[in-house]
């Protein structure tokens, strides 16, 4: 699926998909991406050539630098405000009922709704130096949609310190060591490594038992479609603020390096 500015793009080999994203403001997420990712998450997740997903973006530094805030500032109704944040709730959403296991590679890193991203995928792999950052409260918004997402990778505790602490980052380390990351390796190499390596295990397991084991991780979220899409309307009323316009348009010249 290709825009004019970024693209998803999937391919299966050996039971295995890749779902990869990429947009030239350091893979960040605007509103067609978001429909894209959801959309092909949806239709891999019951694919039957299909044992294991790994999702992927495109360079070598950021991973994900969550919303966009070119699409952010143009909003100019809650209505809007709602239907662009509901795109991250439908991409979450596509993951946590996705029937098969969801590996991140993670190269660089990731902000605000790619930390959403990273947080839904059931096994994170990241290199060391793929630092994570929750900076919505800075903007004048705050993590609501990417909070349930967050909060239960992490815990309250986790949760809390990366949203209130918004303009600071957080170690790959840190994320190990908090259960955002699964593993963390120095180079990409190793990166790339210990993803085919675990891709290629779970694609020869059985998809019956992977399913079941997904169930239980994500047990207690069935109240999700609705949570996250009353979730979106508060940040969709909140980025309407003065504060938020100002803030966005100062931090639009600082790119995710």
Sequence with gaps: ??????????????????????????????????????????????????????????????????????????????????????????????????????????????????????????????????????????????PFVVGPAVERKIGVAGFSQLAIDATGWRSADWAKKHGLYSEVHKTIEEVDEAVRRLAEQLAHSSPDAMFQMKKIFWHGTDSWDTLLADRAAISGRLVLSDFTRNAINKFKAKPVK
């Design 1 to 142: 699926m290709q825009h004019t500015e970024g693209y998803v793009r999937s391919e299966i080999e050996h039971g295995i998909a890749t779902i990869e994203f990429y947009h030239p403001s350091s893979n960040s997420l605007p509103g067609a991406i978001l429909t894209d990712l959801a959309k092909t998450i949806n239709d891999i997740g019951i694919d039957n050539r299909v044992r294991v997903i790994i999702l992927r973006s495109t360079g070598d530094r950021a991973f994900c630098a969550g919303a966009s805030f070119d699409e952010l500032i143009a909003i100019s109704s809650e209505a809007e405000g709602k239907k662009f944040f509901s795109g991250f709730a439908h991409v979450i959403n596509a993951m946590r009922k996705c029937h098969k296991l969801i590996i991140s590679r993670v190269q660089g890193k990731a902000v605000g709704g790619g930390v959403g991203l990273v947080a839904a995928t059931d096994y994170a792999i990241a290199k060391e130096d793929a630092a994570v950052k929750l900076s919505e409260l800075a903007v004048g918004i705050g």
